[in-house]
């Protein structure tokens, strides 16, 4: 296209989350054939590159995140021929694809845990991470982001191994050259096999501060998750660039890396064009906004303010020496147009809105599969209705250690848990929405009758043309993927507005961050006549703008004016 390079500057990337974007054999479990029935939804979409979330061999404790076997696909989701072929048909159409990599820790029941835990001195011992207890007790008061101890004692050896997450999750040596030799392999062979990157699950945590010391904690006595003992750790970057050296470096890839509680400063120096190892980052600090910073996916939480959002948002534009990768929405998180926008009555204005925000800003926007519908959050009446383990496991923590009452916690679920992202794609208003013909592995959520895509299709006012336009905006205009940023209004309460300038070119973009009706008031340095109005999610005119009264959520972006010649003869 002859804009920016590298390529995935100028993409848009598109997630799924296989397990329930669409079943092709009636099991109920969304697989790659079922991908591949809907390869040309996602080619009418205009997207450049899908994310898969894990489609390896896994027990599915934590859905997927938990392999047994790198090189081998889930039974659920098909086998290596449907992968190929899933591959080939992204390809010719011009999509790359690019998977998870989930190398901090394997599940308990691949090949390398299974001999590991067998005896002290097997020689796969090292791959993991193994202590002995400490007076009867684990080893540190580390905390699994799943809660509970990051310890698990094993019988057969009388030791305790680390798991970040889940017990049948088992933390990988790094320090191990072996280990990181057996990652590199791999990763060269799903390469060569035509994958186009990947996106490293919790990566920055390969590093552990050696010694392994205890967790700063407030409240002695309880378990505490050790951010500052694991994430970008010492050896971080040393791994991540012999992980370049040795299996990236002789192909086209791109890579993003989940980066919780990465600093700007950190993400330079993972990132910046020079001799940063990552091409992007996901930060948490837009998604910290509503959360309690003690646990990674704890549901206590505070409302987000529209002030902290611009100033997060704010401060990544425009200190980062790298590339900023953009996203609202994942399989960790709850839907975004219930949590930033409004799920009820101003839900598809309020999406189109929040649609604007992602594509607006400079980096790489990230699509979660069902938002581009506008899909919400999902209230399931029972615990029981919920499969996600840190949704289950923190019920119980709540409940039943610490005695809060159920229906608060219910609450907190519905606002926050990682299954409301997890309910299946809503295709159609048939049964379960089109996305199966058997019994859904996890609830669809109710109001698939009135949102799902075939609907979506056929308004031409829908939340799905709406990106498709947004996503037409980029490619034809250079200023969307390289323009700078520049934030005005800084302190209005309701409007986040910003200009995207290149010196030729700049853009205007106004968004009504609620329902209100406030006013904006153009800055006295932006030209108020001659703007042209690129895209808008209400009715509007190309028209003065120095003086508008906004409509619930309404957002607006507009080319402006080029500046007047200032020497005239
Ligand atoms: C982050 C993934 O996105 C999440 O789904 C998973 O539970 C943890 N990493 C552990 O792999």
Redesign the pocket.
Known sequence: MGMADPWWQNSVVYQIWPRSFKDSDGDGIGDLRGVNEKLDYLKDLDVDVVWL?PVYTSPND??G??ISDYRGIMDDFGTLADWDELVAGLHRRGIRLIM?L?V??TSDEHAWFVESRRSRDDPHRDYYIWRPGHDGHEPNNWAS??GGSAWAYDEPTGEYYLH???PK?PDLNWDNPAVRREIYAMMRWWLDRGVDGFRM??ITAISKAPGLPDAHTASPGRYQFPGEHVLHGPRLMEFLREMRREALSPYDTLTVG?A?AVTVEQAIELTNPRDGPLDMLFHFEHMMLDSDPLGP?TFAGRRWELGELKRVMTRWQRELDGWNSQYLS???QPRQVSRFGDGGRYRVESAKMLGTFLHLLQGTPFIYQGEELGMTNVSFPSIEDYRD??TRNQYRELVEERGMDQAEVMKLIHRKS?DNARTPMQWDDSENAGFTTGRPWIGVNPNYTEINAAAALADPDSVLHYYRRLIGLRKANRVVVEGAYELILDDDPAIYAFTRGDGEDRLLVILNFTGGTPDFVLPGHLPPTGASLLIANYPADDAEIARLTLRPYEARVYRLAPPEPTIRR
Do not use: K, P
Request: glycine share 0%; charged share 25%; proline share 0%.
């Open positions: 979330s934590d859905m995140y938990d998870d989930v901090n820790h982001a799943f970040l997450f889940s999750q699950d919790v989940e919780f996916l994942n399989h960790d383990i840190a990682r």
